[in-house]
T-cell receptor
Framework: NAGVTQTPKFQVLKTGQSMTLQCAQD?????MSWYRQDPGMGLRLIHY???????DQGEVPNGYNVSRSTTEDFPLRLLSAAPSQTSVYFC?????????????FGPGTRLTVT | GQQLNQSPQSMFIQEGEDVSMNCTSS?????WLWYKQDPGEGPVLLIA?????ELTSNGRLTAQFGITRKDSFLNISASIPSDVGIYFC????????????FGTGTRLKVLA
């Protein structure tokens, strides 16, 4: 198993550009989430999904869109990049069963918006 | 947004010493997770806790789910240089929504 994979690893955008951060997992997990990590702020939830076709907002959803058409993939779209979106983005997944809420993270995408 | 209080924020210790850190919340959680993050990497899951009072070990690491369900503790015994990193706690809310709340991390530095 590759676990949770994210692409790209690094990205530089100009203000106003759009892009999609890719996330995939091969563990057949129902739940997937996107977080951003900023210095001194810990991890903050952007959007999450409890299954294919179901998404919901997290703590900091503004400026981001998600969709979940398959169990494996959960892309994050930046609609019009802003310098405030400079951050490290992590995707995570977990089985979503009462027996296990162990959440596993991908390696991250480091985004800089100039 | 809501975050957990994690302490200490950072600590320097000598190799071989034991380390203790904790996480506290004003809310009740029914799951606690502990992670370690190395520079430039994603958080790696260390221990998961599901019951109040539960004590779980993973090698030299031991974590406890507080009996009030509002706190959790992580201990590292006989620290080694590769223990360096940032340790995060995360609590899963019982409010019915699926949202983990994360602590701001404890940065551990081990002096050889």
């Amino acid at each position: 198993n590759a676990g949770v994979t994210q692409t790209p690893k690094f990205q530089v955008l100009k203000t106003g550009q759009s892009m999609t951060l890719q996330c995939a997992q091969d563990m057949n997990h129902e739940y997937m989430s996107w977080y951003r990590q900023d210095p001194g702020m810990g991890l903050r939830l952007i959007h999450y999904s409890v299954g294919a076709g179901i998404t919901d907002q997290g703590e900091v959803p503004n400026g981001y869109n998600v969709s979940r058409s398959t169990t494996e993939d959960f892309p994050l779209r930046l609609l019009s990049a802003a310098p405030s979106q400079t951050s490290v983005y992590f995707c995570a997944s977990n089985p979503g069963t009462r027996a296990s809420y162990e959440q596993y993270f991908g390696p991250g995408t480091r985004l800089t918006v100039t | 947004g809501q975050q957990l209080n994690q302490s200490p924020q950072s600590m320097f210790i000598q190799e071989g010493e034991d380390v203790s850190m904790n996480c506290t919340s004003s809310s009740i959680f029914n799951t606690w997770l502990w992670y370690k993050q190395d520079p430039g990497e994603g958080p790696v899951l260390l221990i998961a806790l599901y019951k109040a009072g539960e004590l779980t070990s993973n090698g030299r690491l031991t974590a406890q789910f507080g009996i009030t369900r509002k706190d959790s503790f992580l201990n590292i015994s006989a620290s080694i240089p590769s223990d360096v990193g940032i340790y995060f706690c995360a609590g899963l809310s019982t409010s019915g929504t699926y949202k983990y709340i994360f602590g701001t991390g404890t940065r551990l530095k081990v002096l050889a």
